[in-house]
């Protein structure tokens, strides 16, 4: 049921981009702004173009129920790293009326078939610590922390 997100589908890439970020904007108002999205119409239309940014979409009769945005990485060239290739998981929404009928656990799966039949080594991901949901949906699929992001804020908003 997983497909490439073509450009048809911008719109609803927007209204669930904005769902998505309003999650974190509830959790991190200091970081995130309300009702905004990551991309613009302009800047999905040249994502859908790029073969290194791969995005799969979970369609249903009237729009989308969830999305996958996915960037390849490639540490051939790193100096302390060994050479391998990477599917970044940037990001993933299921529509909150669609939550908990497996539209997650099928792009999730879906992503990460498209990686290992690509020749990645690994698919990575970030989750903000404000999102337990998310980083118990991934530790159920199978995943495991690899690094951990720290800050210390130094000024008022």
């Given at each position: 049921m997983v497909?490439?997100?073509?450009?048809?589908d911008?719109?609803?890439?927007?209204?669930?981009?904005?769902?998505?970020?309003?999650?974190?904007?509830?959790?991190?108002?200091?970081?995130?702004?309300?009702?905004?999205?990551?991309?613009?119409?302009?800047?999905?239309e040249a994502l859908l173009a790029d073969e290194t940014r791969p995005v799969f979409v979970f369609?249903?009769?009237n729009g989308i129920l969830g999305y996958a945005f996915c960037v390849w990485e490639d540490h051939r060239a790193?100096?302390?790293?060994?050479?391998?290739?990477?599917?970044?998981?940037d990001d993933l929404c299921v529509d909150e009326a669609a939550r908990g009928r497996?539209?997650?656990?099928?792009?999730?799966?879906?992503?990460?078939?498209?990686?290992?039949?690509?020749?990645?080594y690994n698919l990575t991901l970030n989750v903000w610590s404000l999102n337990q949901s998310a980083a118990g949906f991934y530790e159920a699929m199978g995943?495991?922390?690899?690094?951990?992001?720290?800050?210390a804020i130094l000024a008022e908003r």
């Open positions: 497909k490439r997100a073509e450009m048809k911008i719109p609803e890439l927007m209204r669930l981009l904005v769902q998505v970020n309003d999650v974190h904007a509830c959790g991190r108002p200091d970081l995130f702004r309300w009702n905004a999205t990551k991309y613009t119409q302009e800047e999905l369609p249903a009769e790193d100096h302390n790293q060994v050479d391998r290739r990477t599917l970044y998981l497996g539209v997650g656990k099928a792009l999730y799966e879906h992503v990460r078939a498209y990686a290992k039949e690509n020749g990645a995943m495991k922390p690899y690094k951990v992001g720290m800050e």
